[in-house]
T-cell receptor
Framework: GQNIDQPTEMTATEGAIVQINCTYQ??????LFWYQQHAGEAPTFLSY????GLEEKGRFSSFLSRSKGYSYLLLKELQMKDSASYLC????????????FGKGTTLSVSS | KAGVTQTPRYLIKTRGQQVTLSCSPI?????VSWYQQTPGQGLQFLFE???????NKGNFPGRFSGRQFSNSRSEMNVSTLELGDSALYLC???????????FGPGTRLTVT
């Protein structure tokens, strides 16, 4: 089966760095995604990792270790607008193109 | 390019009724996936359509069905609504050969 775990809530202050962890178990890993979802809005795509290592995209970076079933999303120079839910999702090769989502991490950024 | 659009945005139905939700993907995207989002279960995959064919299906009862038209627009239908079907229904489209999915704003369904 598939299982994705991420912390329910995190808090941080403006300008800081925060790391949101995600661990997963799948029968056939075929990619990991991070999405951002502001309250009442649609999820927006942040990053995609399929090979081990770090992918950097501006203030956001995502890391993957397939052997450990582990990923993290790193947010630098936090801004108030980064307050949102961050969703980790994996694609299982046995499930076609479906994304299996974790329940999300709600990040609150304060000044 | 316009994003994924979904109609209606909000819907209130009574238990036992049926409902049809509509999704128009980003122009040129042929893959459309549907997800249900609830506070308790998070985002759960319903099904995916590509070129008018259901390519993948999640673990939902047969009351949930969908279809895709030749212009890639998709509809999902839920029959015999139950209170537990109250949720945000999200549609996502993908460009061919790419992995990311782009989500629409969702339809908020409330079943009373």
């Amino acid at each position: 089966g598939q299982n994705i775990d991420q912390p329910t809530e995190m808090t941080a202050t403006e300008g800081a760095i925060v790391q949101i962890n995600c661990t997963y178990q799948t029968s056939g890993f075929n990619g990991l995604f991070w999405y951002q979802q502001h309250a009442g809005e649609a999820p927006t795509f942040l990053s995609y990792n399929v090979l081990d290592g770090l992918e950097e995209k501006g203030r956001f970076s995502s890391f993957l270790s397939r052997s450990k079933g582990y990923s993290y999303l790193l947010l630098k120079e936090l801004q108030m607008k980064d307050s949102a839910s961050y969703l980790c999702a994996v694609r299982d090769s046995g499930a076609g193109t479906a994304l299996i989502f974790g329940k999300g991490t709600t990040l609150s950024v304060s000044s | 390019k316009a994003g994924v659009t979904q109609t209606p945005r909000y819907l209130i139905k009574t238990r036992g009724q049926q409902v049809t939700l509509s999704c128009s993907p980003i122009s040129g995207h042929r893959s459309v996936s549907w997800y249900q989002q609830t506070p308790g279960q998070g985002l759960q995959f319903l099904f995916e359509y590509f070129s008018e064919t259901q390519r993948n299906k999640g673990n939902f009862p047969g009351r949930f069905s969908g279809r895709q038209f030749s212009n890639s627009r998709s509809e999902m239908n839920v029959s015999t609504l139950e209170l537990g079907d109250s949720a945000l229904y999200l549609c996502a489209s993908s460009p061919e050969g790419r992995n990311e999915q782009y989500f629409g704003p969702g339809t908020r369904l409330t079943v009373t």
